[in-house]
Each structure stands twice: as C-alpha cells, then as structure tokens.
C-alpha cells in the first residue's frame, strides 16, 4: 500500500513527538471514535475512557505503525480492541456474530407484508405499499428538528454491527474498504449490515413523516 506524502509526513511529525500533530489528529477524529466507542461500551463515560485508551496506545505505538492500511483505519482498529475488550471487562454482551457472518440470522431488509403474496393473482411478489419518494415531499419536513431527532433514534436502535457500519458509512463518510479493514467484515458482510440498516432508518422516517401528515 502506497502512503499517502501528506499522511507520511504527519506520521513523522507524531513519530518526533509533534504535539501540535497530535492535537489536530485527535481535533479530527476524537468525536468519531466516541460515537463508534459507544457501540461496544455500556455507557458515554467507558466510551470517553476507551477513546483515551486508544490515544494513549496511538502514541505508543505509532513507532511500530507499518503502513499496512491508513493511519485513520489503524486508529479505529485500535478503538475497536479496546473497546471489545472492555466490553467484556464489564462482562456485557454485545451481539456482533452477524459481522462475521450476517447470514447466520436471516433478517429481511423490508417487511413482507409491504409485498404483494405469491398467490396474488395480479401482481405477485410486488409493491403493495411502495416507499415513500422523499423527493416529492417538502424539503422543510425533512428538515425539521423533530425529522433529525427521529433519524437519530432509529440509528441508535439498530443492533451494534449494522450501527457501526452504518455510522462509518454514511456519517463519518468511510469508504466500504475502509470500514472492512476497520470492523474486520467481508465486502459482502458490510454490504449486507449497510443495506439492512439503511432500510430500516428509511423505514422509520416513512413512518415519521406519514405520522406527521396525518
């Protein structure tokens, strides 16, 4: 893997024990760490805790850093560790099986009942209730602090694997190699737990802007 010149060049700053380096890599990243930390860990205050865990283990370990993938995902992977490992600490149990294998539990992405039966003499096995087109919908009902606050609880309600891929995602803008490297998931891993959160976050907002209409 090629390095980057400007995250070489950051890197020798911190291996000198650049302190204004530091401070502008944690000014980067500290508050996605603590959103992903809060994933594995029972509350903000261990979250706060691993994410200064793992600064303390970046500085000591930033000598060792191979460039085997990017300075951001061997961050976060050090986050994760951490994180798990406190988890179990607290001895509290995170269900992360499906990011090995998402298929061990087969979950729909859409409710059936918004299909049309087999036996339908029409249309089988189409729409019978179609999702809502945002596009046709004002843009200040999507807007409104109420929409985000909805949107909010639906990401914090989805199980731990499909929240954290979908916050590396489609929050912290996150590449689909880079949360793999990350989370330790295959393409097709990631792209399953990222389709099924999405629907569901899609899922409440229809319900939430159907609820407001009426």
């Known amino acids: 893997m090629s390095v980057d010149p400007a995250e070489l060049r950051e890197l020798e700053a911190l291996r000198a024990g650049d302190e204004e ?17 809060q994933i594995w860990v029972s509350s903000r205050s261990v979250a706060e805790e691993v994410v200064q865990e793992t600064w303390l283990a970046v ?5 060792r850093f191979q460039g085997r993938s990017s300075l951001k995902t061997w961050i976060f992977r050090i986050l994760a560790n951490t994180a798990k490992t406190r988890a179990v600490r607290e001895s509290r149990t995170i269900p992360l099986s499906s990011m090995g ?3 061990l539990v087969p979950e729909p992405a859409v409710a059936a009942d918004r299909f049309r039966t087999p036996e ?6 189409h729409w019978a209730s179609k999702p809502a087109r945002w596009n046709e919908l004002p843009v200040e009902r999507l807007e409104t602090l109420e929409t985000r606050a ?6 914090e309600a989805l199980p731990a694997a499909q929240r954290a891929v979908l916050s590396l995602r ?14 330790g998931l295959t393409e097709t891993n990631q792209r399953v ?22």
Request: aromatic letters at 6%; hydrophobic letters at 40%.
């Open 21 to 37: 380096a530091f401070m502008v890599l944690v000014e980067r990243y500290h508050s996605a760490l603590l959103r992903t930390a």
């Open 59 to 63: 500085l000591e370990g930033i000598d």
């Open 101 to 103: 294998n998402p298929g």
């Open 120 to 125: 339908d003499p029409s249309w089988p096995g």
């Open 170 to 183: 489609d929050i912290e803008g996150w590449s689909s190699a880079e949360v793999c490297n990350a989370l």
């Open 150 to 155: 909805r949107i909010e609880q639906s990401v």
């Open 193 to 214: 737990l990222l389709h099924r959160a999405r629907a569901k976050v899609r899922q409440a907002l229809e319900d939430h802007v159907q609820e407001s209409a009426a």
